[in-house]
């Protein structure tokens, strides 16, 4: 098993967290929604596996390329 961090494609605010620690999630399921420029953008978990950690909050402002969930591979 491996730890696979789930960074943020681009600079914005934390709308909408849609996953939780211990989640089982697939390829593709939306793990959080950034705002940024009015636009809401899903970011997307790149292998199937379990929600391992959460680094942010609703709200939170998120730089490109910050770690924003881990995910353990099963």
Same mark, same amino acid.
């Given at each position: 098993?491996?730890?696979?961090?789930?960074k943020?494609?681009i600079?914005?605010?934390i709308?909408?967290?849609?996953?939780?620690?211990?989640?089982?999630?697939? %390829? *593709?399921? @939306?793990?959080?929604?950034?705002?940024?420029?009015?636009? !809401?953008?899903?970011?997307?978990?790149p292998?199937?596996g379990t929600?391992?950690?959460?680094?942010v909050?609703? %709200? *939170?402002? @998120?730089q490109?390329?910050?770690?924003?969930?881990?995910? !353990?591979?099963t």
């Open positions: 098993m491996a730890l696979v961090p789930v943020a494609d600079a914005g605010s709308w909408k967290i849609t996953s939780s620690i211990g989640d089982r999630v697939n %390829a *593709d399921d @939306v793990l959080v929604i950034i705002e940024s420029m009015k636009m !809401e953008l899903q970011v997307t978990a292998t199937p929600v391992k950690e959460i680094h909050n609703e %709200a *939170d402002m @998120v490109e390329g910050d770690t924003i969930v881990t995910i !353990e591979t």
